[in-house]
């Protein structure tokens, strides 16, 4: 890591989650990773719904969040 920019290599996965996040923002259906974490969202919700202890909202938004990471990670 340079002394110069302290952001190398630490936080560049925040970054790549905030330009997806407001790439789908921007382009809605026309995003290549909305529909794919919309899909995330929904089976999450469906888990959520039928799984005890969990409700429908931490399962829609846990399948949304593992949906978000995938495509960043690539």
Known sequence: MDDNNPKDGRNDWVDDVKAEVT???KEGMH????KPVLTGAAVGAV???????????????????????TR???
């Open 72 to 74: 960043v990670k690539k």
């Open 47 to 69: 888990a959520g719904a039928i799984l005890p202890l969990v409700s429908w909202p931490i399962g829609l938004i846990a399948g949304a969040g593992y949906m978000l990471y």
């Open 23 to 25: 790439g789908m923002a």
């Open 31 to 34: 995003h290549p990773s909305t």
